[in-house]
């Protein structure tokens, strides 16, 4: 039970060492205690997937037979970003970086590494080892550029052990808000600071703040947008995982702000990992009396509860997700009135998501001018970003607002795999545009993402290269967006499916030209005429590819072809005699029999070359791997 | 999304029944419950039959209508069985760039039933869910708490296999 400032700060001194440890450059000494080694494994998501829980295990087991366990911590941390590379495994002080370790592979980095000395060259992550010497994680090209705020703990700390948070200054926010100062001054920081949501409009966090705490006293609720709904966006599980106990503390903190005494955290139920690692934070934080009644001694009391999303995208869109909360279909309400006037069971309400509560403990701690430093003139601080798609380091990134687009992908994303070329990124997921290879050099940030037709959203970036058919892309959106649909207002209802009616016919290959007027019209009344953010920024994929690549429109309707290969009405698979071996392994893969031999022998080859029957062809590409080597299999 | 009734007759036992009627007692009186008892409800019973919905309307005092407009509008629950190995291929973007539509394709052809359908036997139901979140894995499918990950269409057979000895 911690009781007041002197206890936190007791605890912070005793584990700030083994923080320190961890962020520590490769080589630097710094000690903790008898222990000589920190062995990090990531247990987000994508590593638990492949196996990391089992790669503890076993290390653990390796680690009692070498006879080492007092002088190696071994941690299972949050995600540490690199989710390409999984499953990863860090070892301090020197921060040396593990790739896709197996669990065979524990026991040799035990021997070799934590027993010998000498890290295991061939696990190493390849970017990591210049000849003879081995750099640290923080001098690759991955993390090099990043600056991490809201993520600064994820693949550092345990996040089950809330004493590792509290090393790392862990609710001294909390501490200093609620025992030096007042409600208002906690908003005029945040207002100042100059941050804006991180889930998709980018609204002035401190002004809803304001808003909420201005209403009469009473009952009010703070709560966290968990629903992170995006395909291919993954950054709020992430910190829900890896540093559940920063968003405990940011939650408390805007109850102090607004008067408020209950939180409610609405996650995915997609999301199991991070919802039992916050279920535990709580736990913990209520044991240790930093949730409840009488936080560090003083009169304010806050608590909050989890509740289970249960899979439908609008219930990112707030009101939805209050609704939800309060048990019923998460159907959005028509604002005004604002949730933060008449929110939650009709109290007044903040609603934050996860990303944005994660910068306001660092916020509170640095001030607001340090905050401001970051960013450009309009969006301040660091956004994160998943990278998906076409893109050789699919992973988390957090960046400072205004990095170029091409320096997330070239850069910090490792560019785009086999040697294809870069077409476009597709941002804010189906409530978002595509950004065109033209506009590389766009400096990412909330107005100008808007200004290309695009938005923010909550942070996904799905890179796409010239395989990828940019009708396809905003069908597969719309496909998305009518499924998802509530179904309460008329535009998006039925809005919606025209547009995806009109997308199929243009991708089997009966469009006609008006047919691009008929889409770029409806789509806008759509957008003016629907009632919540799903609606009205529905038809934006439509609209954003229909701006940056209308030849693909026309391509389709007017030659019938589809330039990337991808619609399978538009192409037909063809072999090219004269590359074409002869070898026949072509036509054991076809399970139509639509391939035969011809009687054709190319110059220089000994068997006769193959061919494809178009009317027995079914598309479904199985026989094209299958020429890999000659590469004769082309789609025309 | 559109939802299918089932066809398949419910064979509840007096223990579910049991359980779901503690889980009900432990919401009472909660605001907003109606959500988390669904949700513990299909803990139980795997699915939500019609019986079942009938009965928490009833307990809670709620009327039907509420609980199964509830209940059909978020994806999570199911009104019909899933199969022994009910597999998921994820269609989340990273996914479906990466060619999961290629995977289902596969699958539905080995499988011989259709995305949302269950085999005769019960023993594999395929679904195409939302991004699940293991984008780094693309593309991914999962087959009950399994995960397969950064798969081709010819890998799908060899999974199959090891459920169908």
């Known amino acids: 039970m911690i009781k007041n400032v002197a206890e936190l700060t007791a605890i912070r001194d005793t584990y700030a060492n083994k923080i320190h440890f961890r962020k520590h450059d490769a080589g630097a000494e710094v000690s903790d205690g008898n222990i000589k080694k920190h062995v990090l494994i990531c247990g987000g998501t994508g590593c638990t997937s492949s196996k990391s829980v089992q790669i503890k295990a076993k290390m653990e087991e390796a680690i009692k037979e070498a006879g080492i366990q007092d002088e190696v911590q071994v941690v299972l941390t949050g995600c540490f970003g690199l989710c390409a590379l999984g499953p990863i495994v860090i070892v301090y002080p020197e921060g040396t970086f593990y790739s896709r370790i197996e669990i065979k592979d524990a026991e040799t980095i035990v021997k070799e590494h934590l027993v010998g000395g000498n890290p295991v060259k061939s696990l190493l992550y390849s970017e990591t080892v210049k000849g003879d010497e081995i750099l640290s994680l923080n001098e690759t090209a991955f993390y090099k550029k990043q600056k991490r705020v809201a993520l600064r703990n994820c693949g550092v700390v345990d996040p089950e052990c809330i ?182 069971f009709g109290k007044p309400t903040i609603i934050n998501n996860v990303e944005t509560y994660a910068n306001i403990p660092q916020i509170i701690l640095k001030g607001a001018d340090w905050f401001k430093s970051m960013g450009t003139e309009k969006s301040k601080g660091t956004k994160v970003f998943a990278l998906g798609g076409k893109i050789t380091n699919t992973g988390l990134v957090e960046i400072p607002m205004g990095t170029t687009l091409r ?230 | 999304m559109k939802k299918k009734m089932t066809t398949v007759a419910f064979n509840g036992t007096a223990e579910q029944l049991a359980k779901l009627d503690e889980l009900i007692a432990k919401h009472k009186g909660e605001k907003g419950a109606l959500m988390p008892i669904l949700q513990g409800a299909q803990g139980i019973y795997g699915y939500l039959p019609i019986e079942v919905q009938k009965h928490i309307a009833l307990s809670m005092d709620v009327p039907l209508s509420e609980v199964y407009g509830v209940a059909t509008f978020y994806s999570q629950f199911i009104l019909n069985p899933k199969g022994e190995y009910a597999v998921a291929v994820c269609l989340g973007t990273a996914c479906y760039v990466k060619g999961a539509g290629l995977l289902m394709d596969k699958l539905e052809s080995l499988l011989g039933i259709k995305n949302g359908e269950i085999s005769d036997d019960r023993k594999f139901s395929l679904d195409a869910t939302r991004c699940i979140g293991a984008c780094g894995l693309a593309p991914v499918l999962t087959v009950n708490e399994e995960v397969y990950g950064r798969l081709t269409p010819d890998m799908i057979k060899g999974i199959l296999d090891k459920y169908n000895k």
């Open chain 1, 407 to 636: 320096e997330v992908v070239e850069e910090i994303g490792g560019g785009i795999p086999n040697g294809k070329k870069f077409k476009a990124a597709q941002t804010g997921g189906p409530s978002g545009g595509c950004i065109p290879a033209s506009k590389y050099d766009v400096e990412i940030d909330y107005d100008n993402l808007i200004a290309q037709g695009s938005m923010m959203g909550s942070g996904g970036l799905i890179v796409m290269d010239e395989d990828t058919c940019m009708v396809d892309l905003a069908k597969f959106f719309l496909e998305f967006t009518v499924d998802e649909s509530c179904g309460k207002c008329a535009p998006c209802r039925i809005g919606t499916v025209r547009l995806l009616e009109i997308l199929t016919k243009i991708t089997e290959g009966n469009g006609e030209m008006e047919d691009l007027d008929k889409l770029e019209e409806l789509a806008n009344y759509i957008k003016s005429a629907s009632l919540c953010g799903l609606g009205q920024t529905a038809p934006n994929p439509v609209l954003s590819t229909l701006a940056n690549f209308r030849d693909e429109y026309i391509a389709h309707i007017v030659d019938k072809k589809c330039p990337a290969g991808v619609c399978k009405n538009l192409f037909t698979y063809k072999i090219d005699l004269d590359k074409c071996m002869g070898c026949g392994l072509c036509a054991k893969q076809c399970p139509a029999d639509a391939i035969s031999r011809t009687d054709y022998v190319a110059e220089g080859h000994k068997l006769a070359s193959m061919q494809i029957d178009a009317s027995k062809c079914v598309k479904c590409g199985a026989c094209l791997p299958s020429c890999k080597k000659f590469n004769a299999i082309y789609k025309g």
């Open chain 1, 163 to 344: 004493n590792e948070y509290i090393g790392t200054n862990g609710y001294m926010a909390l501490a200093k808000v609620v025992t030096e100062m007042t409600p208002d001054e906690v908003i005029n920081t945040i207002l100042e600071s100059g941050i804006r949501g991180r889930g998709g409009g980018g609204f002035p966090t401190g002004r809803k703040w304001m808003f909420a705490a201005a209403q009469p006293k009473g009952q009010k609720y703070v709560v966290c947008n968990g629903d992170e709904g995006d395909p291919g966006a993954f950054m709020d599980r992430s910190i829900l995982e890896g540093d559940p106990h920063a968003l405990i503390e940011a939650m408390t903190i805007a109850g102090y702000a607004i008067g408020a005494n209950q939180g409610y955290v609405y996650v995915r139920a997609e999301y199991p990992i991070a919802v039992n690692r916050l279920q535990a934070a709580i736990d913990a934080a209520r044991r240790e009396g930093l949730l409840g009644k009488n936080i560090f001694g003083t009169d304010f009391e806050f608590d909050m509860q989890i509740r289970l999303g249960a899979g439908a995208f609008v219930c990112g869109e707030e009101t939805a997700l209050l609704t939800s909360i309060e048990g019923n279909r998460g159907e959005p309400r028509p604002r005004p009135p604002f949730p933060a006037v008449k929110g939650l």
